[in-house]
């Protein structure tokens, strides 16, 4: 739980939002408590009873009156201090400051480009530690919402209109997020992961990143890339070095070095990757892939060209 709950943030942005839910959170548990008591109190203690007759009436008492409005009121000016505080923590202006890494909401994935340095990617973000990144969120098709709670607040991603967001990781490790916005039958599919790395092992991985695809070795990968040519999967997905730049499906540059595929569904292991090929619906339904019927045979070509894919 720990590596997705909100309750252990592990970014500025997102601390603001939870120190936020928590004073609201005490504040309104006393409040309730406080409430229900009373009620339950006068409840049994002006229960009707035969021998007495019924509890002395009161028509307006100005003192309670003014006790019961000012208190709120003191609480409520209390809580928007807290919150106009806590959004200006959670979203600071960005002061004109380019985008560090440009995600793009799909029908059911994250497209991630980093326009520093020229790295694209697709659903697992590498970030450096310790520093704020702005993100620039937009969308391909519907809107999306990106949320990685402990790295930041949520955003809505629309299309043509651009959000930004500020995040940070604290820790090296991964962080999960998903799309929070309803956008179609894998919705619940369009799963986040965020490595955050040392920054130096961040720079190895950008440039690792950054290197063409390799030439396939092997009679079977490199049957696999004359077929990923001949089929038109060149049509929506990008390889570095072949002609175009689609991006209607993740670029595939560097698809051997993701955890998973289908935006979370599977891990990536060649079992699973045939599976895919065979037929994308079948391990995530309603995905934009049509099933390109390979053979066999075919399949094993592309798998073998895939994992040259590093
Ligand atoms: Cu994208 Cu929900």
């Not at 006068?42 to 009161?58: A, D, M, V």
């Not at 440009?102 to 520093?131: C, D, L, M």
């Not at 209109?161 to 998903?178: C, E, K, L, S, T």
């Not at 799963?191 to 991985?205: G, L, N, Y």
Request: glycine share 6%; proline share 8%; aromatic share 10%.
């Amino acid at each position: 739980m720990e590596k997705t709950s909100i309750f252990h943030p592990n970014s500025p942005f997102a601390r603001s939002t939870v120190d936020l839910l928590n004073v609201t959170f005490v504040i309104s548990a006393v409040i309730m408590t406080l409430v229900c008591g009373l009620v339950a109190y006068c409840i049994w203690r002006f229960r009707g009873r035969p021998e007495h007759p019924e509890p002395h009436q009161l028509r307006g008492h100005k003192t309670l009156e003014i006790v019961w409005t000012v208190i709120p009121f003191l609480l409520l000016v209390y809580l928007l201090i807290l919150t106009v505080r806590s959004m200006y923590a959670s979203d600071p202006p960005r002061h004109n400051r380019d985008p560090d890494i440009i995600v793009t909401g799909h029908q059911f994935w994250w497209e991630a480009r980093y326009p520093k340095s020229g790295v694209v990617t697709a659903n697992e973000i590498h970030i450096p530690t310790g520093q704020p990144l702005l993100l620039r969120l937009e969308s391909a098709d519907v809107i999306h919402d990106f949320w990685v709670g402990q790295l930041g607040r949520k955003m809505d991603v629309m299309p043509d209109y651009a959000n930004f967001i500020w995040i940070q990781a604290n820790q090296p490790r991964d962080y999960y997020g998903v799309c929070a916005e309803f956008c179609g039958v894998q919705h619940a599919w369009m799963r986040i992961r965020v490595t955050a790395q040392s920054p130096e092992e961040f720079a190895d991985w950008e440039r690792q990143q950054l290197q063409p695809a390799p030439t396939p070795a092997g009679a079977s990968a490199q049957r696999g890339a004359e077929l990923f040519r001949q089929i038109t999967c060149i049509n929506c997905h990008a390889i570095r070095g072949l002609p175009g730049e689609p991006h209607a499906g993740p670029d595939l540059t560097h698809v051997a070095t993701r955890q998973t595929l289908g935006a979370g569904v599977v891990e990536n292991t060649p079992e699973h990757l045939a599976q895919w090929l065979k037929n994308p619906q079948k391990l995530k339904p309603g995905n934009l892939m049509p099933n390109m019927l390979l053979t066999d045979a075919q399949v094993q070509d592309m798998v073998s060209y895939f994992q040259t894919l590093k």
